[in-house]
């Protein structure tokens, strides 16, 4: 049985054709060179609605369809925050997902092996039922790496030794199945502060992930009070990169929802970065 859509018609439209077209046209829309970054070994996206934070998410995906123009992708391994608290503290689905688009193919034998490498992480299907952050990747997935197996996890757990133990656990998944993965750390950035208090607070955890330093990041994730919803995620795809011999991370957009509303005294940021 497949996981129904649950955002759709709130984050992203439920009508197929004005999905797949403003998801076109938000890839499009993105201003970067992604032959660049091609080499990338992860990512970081932005899971708000996509009138506020679709533009920024379409950086890292852009980035990522040249990266399955250029080499070969068995697996995508979606992780996101776990905003409404229920299920396992680390929770992997074993169901394939459906969107507007079509469904979206667990690689079942790698989730499975996940979900019993570690006594700390779970084939669970609760944690994901009412969480968005997840989702809202797959529509971008299904247009910039059609076909392509996702894994999908859940963290409840965001504390740095969770974040590590995954990455390892999906790094050691990757040579024992000899699978080619990139790691998706679905995230949005400051909320509800004015967006210079925002950029005070991002931008000094941003460059401890430009060097690779997830510890660090999630010290000052905590050290600042910055509400960074999935900085568990973001540690992982860090540290998964790291794992990889990626050189460094890159900032391929950052923005916020004042941009839109032209409110700036309480925005929610976004940023899209990549580890190559």
């Known amino acids: 049985m497949a996981r129904k859509t649950s955002a759709a018609g709130r984050f992203y439209p439920a009508d197929p054709g004005q999905l797949d077209k403003l998801v076109s046209e938000l890839i499009k829309g993105a201003e970067i060179d992604s032959k660049a970054y091609s080499d990338s070994y992860s990512f970081v996206s932005p899971h708000a609605g996509y009138a506020y934070s679709g533009s920024v998410a379409a950086y890292a995906y852009s980035?990522?369809?040249?990266?399955?123009r250029k080499r070969k992708i068995d697996t995508l391994v979606i992780i996101g925050p776990n905003h409404a608290g229920y299920g396992e503290p680390i929770a992997v689905s074993l169901q394939?997902?459906?969107t507007p688009l079509g469904l979206v193919e667990n690689d079942i034998e790698f989730s499975r092996m996940l979900a019993h490498s570690s006594s700390e992480i779970s084939d669970d299907e609760t944690a994901h039922a009412y969480?968005?952050?997840?989702?809202v990747q797959l529509p971008f997935v299904q247009k910039?790496?059609?076909g392509t197996k996702c894994v999908f996890i859940c963290m409840g757990d965001q504390s740095y030794y969770a974040s590590l133990m995954l990455a390892d656990a999906i790094f050691k998944s990757c040579?024992?199945?000899k699978r080619s993965a990139v790691v998706i750390a679905s995230s949005d950035f400051n909320h509800y502060e004015s967006a210079a208090i925002a950029s005070e607070k991002d931008m000094p955890a941003i460059e401890e992930l430009l060097r690779l330093d997830a510890n660090e990041f999630i010290e000052l994730i905590h050290k600042n009070k910055s509400s960074a919803c999935g900085h568990g995620p973001i540690a992982v795809a860090a540290l998964f990169a790291a794992k990889n011999k990626a050189k460094k991370g890159v900032l391929l957009k950052y923005a916020?929802?004042?941009d839109i509303t032209k409110d700036y005294s309480s925005v929610v940021a976004y940023?899209?970065?990549a580890f190559v």
């Open 144 to 146: 910039t790496a059609k």
């Open 271 to 273: 940023a899209s970065m």
């Open 96 to 98: 394939d997902w459906q």
């Open 175 to 177: 040579e024992l199945l």
């Open 131 to 135: 969480e968005h952050s997840i989702e």
């Open 256 to 258: 916020n929802s004042g």
């Open 63 to 68: 980035v990522l369809q040249e990266a399955c």
